[in-house]
């Protein structure tokens, strides 16, 4: 099986010929070609090269388009604060009164020299992988973006106190989000990963989701050309996982510390898991602790099918050791194949 | 007057239901026959708390904590308007700063809840290095530091801070709070943090042990 062939099996529940990996090492190409993280994003080539290399290190089965989150906020003015050991965060908040939100456009994908440099790394992917790997790409939903435009505490205001502006700034991200997302399906990614942060029981009572995040997420998904997998960035996914599933969307991530079995148990059939190592944690971990953490994974939510092996956030840190990568990438090569001898 | 635990429920459920007229009148109510220090004691600094540990349990939202805390500062400050004595606690000199990073929300929140509660505290800012808090550390002459985190990169400039701290010969505890605390419980003992806050409550409850020892 193909790492593309893989995925789509297990995507549709199936047992493939085993679980799938996803290594979400994005910074770490810097790493890997020995310059600094501003330098590495800044071609597209970069990327794509570490992407490369990734594969064929760890021999995970994704490739992803993805820079760095601010990214997404770039094209509607915010600047991006760069460090040398971590991932770039978005600068200043560029929506500084809510009443701003009246007079914001959404930006074309075309006019930005951020998201062509994404795009750019998308087509060279989709020469160099073809359809061997699942090449994913990122957006930032519409309902999570604002935390970078306005900041967390102003959004959580607007939400509760000012729905029509809420309403406002949704359909203007909303309409990037899509383009956006499009575009990147248009490049060569076979799906996307939509990023939404926000829409997680740790941050907002599932009822509050129901009429926001839920309604920007159906709305965004039904006009996207290919499918989608939902990131939640380690908050808690329980209360609110059936309406994520309802969305359409293949996959999601629960948090770390949720009880896997039970997401497995509330799940299974419906939406495959993409989980969910502690990433934070990670980097404190043995190879041995990181092989056993790896199996549980694989003992607990591999049965079926419907499993990708990955950390829960979406971005392992900067700081995880080579060894700890490697245990994880072998543990799914020696364990991870079906079938797995343990009862679905 | 209602007994207290019913009191601390109709203010909780007041709070979080953004009853602003609801909240405002339980907490004139009980200040009719208690102190100011009493009314924040008995009720507002028990009822943020038990909000808190919900969200820790799992049982409230982050935006449902943020919007009760700012409720209850607001009807706080509107009632010290009317209080010409104020409310100040004996309590260490504390100081918050978001370490090197830009998300300020769990400062906001260990400001608001902190101040609500009668405490004074120095906002250091956001984005702040290493030597900026060195800097602001100084001239506030602060002797707790609540360090506020997002990225676990920021959580890692802790063991810095404390190092250029001592060399500095400033006597100060640093108590941490944010994500990469919450997701790896032992990492604020690994960067040398002298305690750590799950939640702006908590960040409450470790002030209030402080401020006894005062």
Redesign the interface.
């Known amino acids: 099986m193909t790492s593309l062939e893989r995925m789509l099996t297990t995507l549709q529940h199936k047992e493939p010929d085993r679980v799938p990996l996803f290594l979400t090492l994005t910074l770490q190409g810097a790493k890997t070609l020995g310059m600094g993280i501003r330098e590495y994003f800044s071609r597209p080539e970069n990327v794509v090269e570490g992407q490369l290399r990734k594969r064929a290190k760890y021999r995970d089965d994704i490739v992803t388009n993805f820079f760095y989150g601010a990214i997404d906020a770039e094209p509607f003015g915010s600047r991006t604060r760069w460090f040398e050991d971590g991932p770039p965060n978005a600068g200043e908040p560029c929506i500084r009164r809510p009443e701003d939100i009246l007079r914001l456009e959404p930006p074309k994908v075309a006019e930005s020299a951020s998201l062509q440099r994404v795009l750019r790394a998308t087509e060279l992917l989709k020469e160099r992988i073809g359809d061997d790997a699942l090449i994913l790409g990122i957006v930032i939903s519409p309902f999570g973006l604002p935390v970078m435009q306005m900041g967390f505490g102003p959004y959580i205001e607007l939400i509760y106190e000012r729905p029509e502006l809420f309403e406002r700034l949704m359909q203007v991200n909303e309409a990037f989000c899509v383009e956006y997302a499009n575009a990147q399906l248009a490049a060569g990614c076979h799906a996307i990963g939509y990023f939404d942060p926000v829409s997680t029981a740790t941050i907002i009572p599932p009822e509050l989701y129901r009429t926001t995040g839920l309604r920007v997420a159906n709305r965004v998904l039904s006009q996207l050309n290919g499918p989608t997998v939902t990131l939640l960035a380690s908050g808690d996914t329980l209360p609110m996982v059936d309406d994520v599933a309802s969305t359409g969307t293949l996959a999601f991530t629960p948090s770390p510390t949720e009880d896997l079995a039970e997401v497995k148990r509330r799940t299974a059939g419906k939406i495959a898991i993409i989980g969910n190592l502690n990433g934070v944690e990670m980097r404190t971990w043995s190879p041995q602790q990181a092989a056993a953490k790896t199996e549980a994974v694989i003992r607990t939510a591999g049965p079926g099918g419907g499993l990708i092996v990955c950390d829960a956030h979406g971005e392992i840190p900067w700081q995880v050791p080579e060894d700890v990568l490697e245990a994880i990438a072998e543990t799914v090569h020696e364990k991870g194949r079906y079938p797995l001898g343990y009862e679905s | 007057m209602a007994p207290l635990e019913q009191l601390r429920r109709d203010l909780r459920a007041a709070l979080l239901s ?1 009853d602003r007229l609801g909240s405002n009148r339980i907490l004139v109510g009980y200040r009719k026959d208690a102190s100011l220090p009493e009314v924040t004691d008995d009720l507002i600094v028990p009822v943020l708390e038990d909000i808190g540990n919900d969200w820790e349990r ?1 049982k ?5 904590v ?2 009760a805390g ?1 409720l209850a500062g607001n009807v706080v400050d509107a009632i010290l308007a009317t209080e010409p004595a104020g409310l100040s606690r004996p309590q260490p000199r504390l100081g918050a700063a978001v370490l ?6 769990g400062k ?1 929140m260990v400001l608001g809840v902190l101040r609500t509660a009668g405490y004074h505290v120095d906002d250091l800012g956001s ?1 702040v290095t290493v030597d900026a808090a060195i800097d602001a550390v100084r001239e506030h002459d602060t002797e707790v530091l609540l360090v506020s985190v997002l ?4 959580a ?1 400039l802790v063991p810095d801070l404390k190092r250029r701290l001592a060399e500095e010969g400033l006597d100060v505890r640093i108590i941490v709070g944010g ?2 605390f919450r ?2 419980p ?2 604020w003992r ?1 960067v040398g943090a002298d305690g750590c806050g799950a939640s702006a409550s908590d960040a409450l409850a470790i002030v209030s042990r402080l401020a006894v020892r005062a």
Do not use: I, K, T
Request: charged share 25%; aromatic share 4%; no cysteine.
């Open positions: 953004l799992g409230l939202a982050l935006s449902e943020y919007m700012r090197d990073d830009v998300h300020v929300l906001q984005g990225m676990l990169r920021s890692l994500a990469p997701l790896d032992n990492l690994e």
